[in-house]
């Protein structure tokens, strides 16, 4: 066990950014004759930023349900099976060291494989997997009280706890043993906001094998192939290649396009379709969020004049990203939900919108008119956010949907999203 985590090092946490060199994509193994990702440096990384956020708070600890705060705290993941299932938990108090509650033998597991954990601090727990242990059988109850008793040995019980996702009786329980319960999810969106030089790298690569997966949809698109067609292959080029989680994949074609429905069917593509996709996945934990528009063999002038807008949106909202700008200043470049068909902005979330990117697929930052402009943030340096636009077609049913993802720099940003969409794809052009 590392004696040294317990303090807040500089180096631990500074991001170690060097926006001189090019962004690396490097492959997956691990070698000796190039630095790649550090993983151990990643997880100091991420649990001194935490703690950091913790000390900054008014919270005593942090307990966390969510699947992606226990593993930026605690670096231990189990598979992508238990993430609704509640079925595991974290704690970190002031100047103590991270907690986990674990699923059966995999807190023996970790006790082998996870050194920068303590190994009495890797504990088998079950609280309720949503309500199927019903809650009269006691374990809430007894878990509640052994979390109090850490609280209580920490010097924190009488401080708030803060607290991402929880089932409500546990949260009774909690309450009963006398524990303060209250939000703890923007102490840990503020820890997570800044990405790391490791973590960009991971981003990074992740992207890279969506453009890898654009190219099979590329390949692939012709009459006849169906929407669920090209969700399979992706997936199998996605794991083949390393995902660990294909979250999902819109596939969204011809009259399904507008408006957009965000999933895919069945559908059989056919010429002259506009058809745009989502590729949501991960890598070590690491999401995209990347759309791209193609058309099936030729394209009518109103379906070009939707990409150009879509593209034009965009290009005028990457253009205004860099440091100490507000949200604000970003999405008041986007159009108004009236200028493109919807009558408010809520009937157009997601549409017009940037999002932050980790190990969740949403992070701050936040970009959309129904927020940002009443309530902006900061831009900082560091942050990795996919920002996306959608021009319906005057056709009445096409769509162009385009979305790039983008970091930070200390002077702009620079894209990670790198399969070409200047100008709309045709694929099997005839």
Same mark, same amino acid.
């Given at each position: 066990?590392?004696?040294?985590?317990?303090?807040?090092?500089?180096?631990?946490?500074?991001?170690?950014?060097?926006?001189?060199?090019?962004?690396?994509?490097?492959?997956?193994?691990?070698?000796?004759?190039?630095?790649?990702?550090?993983?151990?440096?990643?997880?100091?990384?991420?649990?001194?930023?935490?703690?950091?956020?913790?000390?900054?708070?008014?919270?005593? *600890?942090?307990?966390?349900?969510?699947?992606?705060?226990?593993?930026?705290?605690?670096?231990?993941? /189990?598979?992508?099976?238990?993430?609704?299932?509640?079925?595991?938990?974290?704690?970190?108090?002031?100047?103590?060291?991270?907690?986990?509650?674990?699923?059966?033998?995999?807190?023996?597991?970790?006790?082998?494989?996870?050194?920068?954990?303590?190994?009495?601090?890797?504990?088998? +727990?079950?609280?309720?997997?949503?309500?199927?242990?019903?809650?009269?059988?006691?374990?809430?109850?007894?878990?509640?009280?052994? &979390?109090?008793?850490?609280?209580?040995?920490?010097?924190?019980?009488?401080?708030?706890?803060?607290?991402?996702?929880?089932? #409500?009786?546990?949260?009774?329980?909690?309450?009963? $043993?006398?524990?303060?319960?209250?939000?703890?999810?923007?102490?840990?969106?503020? $820890?997570?906001?800044?990405?790391?030089?490791?973590?960009?790298?991971?981003?990074?690569?992740?992207?890279?094998?969506?453009?890898? *997966?654009?190219?099979?949809?590329?390949?692939?698109?012709?009459? +006849?192939?169906?929407?669920?067609?090209?969700?399979?292959?992706?997936?199998? !080029?996605?794991?083949?290649?390393?995902?660990?989680?294909?979250?999902?994949?819109?596939?969204?074609?011809?009259?399904?396009?507008? #408006?957009?429905?965000?999933? !895919?069917?069945?559908?059989?593509?056919?010429?002259?379709?506009? $058809?745009?996709?989502? &590729?949501?996945?991960?890598?070590?934990?690491?999401?995209?969020?990347?759309?791209?528009? !193609?058309?099936?063999?030729?394209?009518?002038?109103?379906?070009?004049?939707?990409?150009?807008?879509?593209?034009?949106?965009?290009?005028?909202?990457?253009?205004?990203?860099?440091?100490?700008?507000?949200?604000?200043?970003?999405?008041?470049?986007?159009?108004?939900?009236?200028?493109?068909?919807?009558?408010?902005?809520?009937?157009?979330?997601?549409?017009?919108?940037?999002?932050?990117? +980790?190990?969740?697929?949403?992070?701050?930052?936040?970009?959309?008119?129904?927020?940002?402009?009443?309530?902006?943030?900061? /831009?900082?340096?560091?942050?990795?956010?996919?920002?996306?636009?959608?021009?319906?077609?005057?056709? +009445?049913?096409?769509?162009?949907? /385009?979305?790039?993802?983008?970091?930070?720099?200390?002077?702009?940003?620079?894209?990670?999203?790198?399969? #070409?969409?200047?100008?709309?794809?045709?694929?099997?052009?005839?």
């Amino acid at each position: 066990m590392d004696q040294h985590l317990r303090a807040i090092r500089a180096e631990d946490i500074d991001p170690r950014h060097d926006w001189g060199r090019a962004l690396p994509a490097l492959g997956t193994m691990g070698v000796d004759f190039e630095e790649r990702v550090d993983y151990r440096r990643l997880h100091r990384y991420r649990l001194s930023r935490a703690r950091q956020a913790l000390e900054n708070s008014e919270l005593g *600890a942090l307990l966390v349900f969510d699947v992606n705060n226990i593993r930026y705290l605690t670096s231990t993941k /189990i598979g992508e099976w238990e993430r609704d299932k509640l079925a595991r938990w974290a704690l970190l108090t002031r100047g103590g060291e991270p907690i986990v509650w674990d699923f059966g033998s995999a807190a023996m597991h970790h006790k082998l494989y996870a050194p920068w954990l303590k190994p009495e601090n890797c504990k088998a +727990g079950l609280v309720g997997l949503r309500g199927t242990v019903n809650p009269a059988f006691g374990l809430m109850e007894k878990h509640a009280k052994e &979390i109090a008793a850490l609280l209580k040995e920490a010097g924190v019980l009488d401080m708030p706890i803060g607290m991402d996702i929880v089932e #409500p009786p546990m949260m009774f329980e909690l309450q009963k $043993a006398g524990v303060k319960v209250v939000d703890g999810q923007q102490v840990l969106l503020e $820890a997570r906001e800044i990405k790391s030089a490791d973590e960009i790298a991971l981003l990074n690569r992740a992207a890279a094998m969506v453009d890898g *997966a654009y190219q099979v949809v590329w390949d692939i698109l012709r009459p +006849g192939v169906r929407e669920n067609d090209v969700v399979a292959e992706v997936n199998k !080029f996605l794991y083949t290649h390393g995902s660990d989680d294909v979250e999902a994949i819109n596939a969204i074609s011809g009259e399904r396009c507008n #408006p957009h429905p965000h999933n !895919f069917t069945d559908r059989m593509l056919r010429p002259g379709d506009q $058809a745009f996709f989502d &590729i949501i996945q991960s890598f070590m934990g690491y999401r995209t969020c990347y759309y791209r528009t !193609f058309n099936v063999g030729k394209a009518t002038p109103v379906q070009h004049d939707a990409y150009k807008q879509a593209r034009e949106w965009l290009d005028n909202a990457i253009a205004r990203i860099k440091p100490g700008v507000t949200t604000a200043h970003i999405c008041e470049v986007f159009p108004k939900a009236d200028e493109f068909g919807f009558p408010d902005e809520l009937a157009a979330f997601g549409l017009q919108f940037a999002h932050g990117l +980790g190990l969740a697929l949403h992070e701050r930052p936040i970009i959309s008119r129904v927020v940002s402009m009443d309530h902006p943030t900061e /831009i900082k340096e560091g942050m990795v956010f996919a920002i996306e636009t959608y021009c319906p077609a005057k056709d +009445g049913y096409s769509a162009a949907r /385009i979305e790039e993802e983008v970091v930070v720099t200390a002077t702009g940003c620079k894209l990670i999203t790198l399969f #070409p969409a200047e100008e709309l794809p045709i694929a099997g052009r005839w």
